[in-house]
């Protein structure tokens, strides 16, 4: 019985959503003519743009904030101590695959993003969408059921994903002390409420100025460590693109699996940048000045700076550093600590420690909007309440507890939301095409 549970979860959890990614990110990508590549630099300059105009309307999420939003959620500790669990499971030829998972996330997180916003609705003042409206607005009423499958899933999936597993990676850096970790849980539930009861415009207002300045100081510090080895990049670049296909030559033997290696880097960069979780699409269809034809192009932008970027400059600086990686075990954020200390000695600690604080933090929040969508569309106001006034409990609880379990029950939602969103991708995907090629067909089905 055991045996056959574990395989259900390994199957919903990994195999099955892996396969859905795979299929539906190589089916958009070569039908779409490898869009994602093309318009980059359009992404690039959206985002400046953006920036430079700086658009303010007060309560709403703007297309930049909703952006940083999704960013905040996206850019978490799982791109530090996530990366150095994948490299010590799978060796550096994570990365590679890392970097494949990427490539075909920028389509599928344009196209679910793309989809939210063509199909979202509007609650009085205040658009709302995501992967459940644009199933329940457009798919036959046979399918209508995958929404709600969706945001039941999400629900568990913001409090175990976004919180529970970001507080207790972020606080660990900090102490081990219970104590210390009460405290700092909660302070992260009093910020957490202030913030989120603020509603979407004030996350937005959050993450807009936090995620830009945290990701900058972390890329300097990386990209440091990778210059005063930049002696060894080659060899460092040889082991992630050797390791991909034979990793037991880069390990000593100790991991021999090509397959998992495969699984390690694609599933840690899927996690990490989120695309096909549709959790995106929901912060991008809350900006009241979200237009379908451009808004994708923030998310081929955000898949690029947080795994093509982070996750990469992360795996760079423990391979540049020559840190001992003991392939026997997951390593977690401490691994990242030691490769910082061998050129910034123990402040290097502490500046890890904050960084950390921070993106689980902008995570937190960033997850916090999801929560409350999935909240609403299920209970309407009342569960959004209920949903505002137990989410921050769920800051103490990962500040102080033993997270192992909360990790399997993010996996295995984080799965089930895959399987909802992913096959409403492909059923909507002429759709899609349709709006990419300047063919706008947006209309909703009774």
């Known amino acids: 019985m055991k045996e056959t549970l574990v395989f259900i979860q390994n199957l919903l959890s990994y195999y099955f959503p892996l396969v859905l990614l795979v299929i539906c990110g190589?089916?958009?990508?070569?039908k779409g003519g490898?869009?994602?590549?093309?318009?980059?630099?359009?992404?690039?300059?959206?985002?400046?743009?953006?920036?430079?105009?700086?658009?303010?309307?007060?309560?709403?999420?703007?297309?930049?904030?909703?952006?940083c939003t999704?960013?905040?959620?996206?850019?978490?500790?799982?791109?530090?101590?996530g990366v150095a669990g994948a490299v010590s499971i799978g060796g550096a030829g994570a990365i590679f695959w890392m970097w494949i998972s990427a490539f075909l996330g920028m389509a599928i997180k344009y196209a679910e993003i793309t989809l939210a916003v063509a199909y979202r609705d509007k609650n009085g003042s205040e658009y709302i969408g995501g992967p459940m409206y644009y199933i329940k607005n457009r798919l036959p009423k046979n399918l209508k059921f995958l929404s709600t499958v969706f945001a039941v899933a999400g629900i568990p999936a913001t409090f175990c994903t976004g919180n529970i597993t970001q507080c207790n990676a972020a606080i660990s850096t900090v102490s081990q002390n219970f104590y210390v970790k009460l405290f700092l849980g909660l302070f992260f539930a009093v910020l957490t409420y202030i913030v989120i009861f603020g509603g979407s415009g004030r996350i937005g207002l959050v993450t807009e100025k936090t995620v830009p300045v945290m990701s900058v100081i972390y890329t300097i510090l990386t990209v440091t460590i990778i210059t005063l080895n930049i002696d060894f990049l080659p060899s460092a670049v040889k082991m992630i693109i050797k390791g991909a296909f034979c990793p037991q030559a880069v390990t000593g033997g100790v991991v021999g699996s090509v397959l998992s290696c495969v699984i390690s880097g694609v599933s840690r960069g899927i996690f990490s940048n989120e695309a096909g979780l549709g959790t995106s699409a929901m912060a991008h269809s809350s900006a009241y000045d979200a237009d379908c034809n451009t808004q994708g192009l923030f998310g081929i932008f955000e898949v690029f700076v947080d795994t093509i970027l982070i996750c990469t400059l992360t795996g760079l600086t423990i391979l540049c550093?020559?840190?001992?990686?003991?392939?026997?075990?997951?390593?977690?954020?401490?691994?990242?600590?030691?490769?910082?200390?061998?050129?910034?000695?123990?402040?290097?600690?502490?500046a890890l420690s904050v960084m950390m604080c921070f993106f689980g933090f902008s995570s937190v929040i960033g997850w916090a909007l999801y929560g409350n969508i999935c909240s609403s569309f299920l209970l309407g106001r009342p569960g959004k309440t209920i949903f505002l006034c137990?989410?921050?409990?769920?800051?103490?609880?990962?500040?102080?507890?033993?997270?192992?379990?909360?990790?399997?029950?993010?996996?295995?939602f984080n799965g089930i939301m895959l399987c909802a969103s992913l096959p409403a991708i492909l059923l909507l995907s002429d759709d899609f095409f349709?709006?990419?090629?300047?063919?706008?067909?947006?209309?909703?089905?009774?």
Do not use: H, M
């Open 434 to 446: 349709n709006i990419l090629r300047g063919k706008k067909n947006v209309q909703k089905k009774d």
């Open 321 to 350: 550093s020559r840190v001992n990686i003991d392939y026997t075990e997951i390593a977690s954020a401490e691994l990242v600590g030691k490769a910082l200390s061998e050129e910034f000695g123990s402040i290097s600690y502490a």
């Open 26 to 30: 190589i089916y958009i990508t070569v």
């Open 390 to 412: 137990i989410y921050p409990l769920g800051c103490i609880f990962g500040a102080v507890a033993s997270v192992e379990t909360a990790w399997k029950i993010s996996e295995f």
């Open 34 to 67: 490898f869009f994602q590549f093309k318009k980059f630099p359009q992404s690039v300059k959206i985002i400046f743009k953006a920036i430079s105009a700086r658009k303010r309307k007060d309560g709403k999420l703007t297309s930049l904030q909703s952006a």
């Open 70 to 81: 999704a960013l905040a959620a996206t850019v978490g500790t799982g791109n530090i101590a």
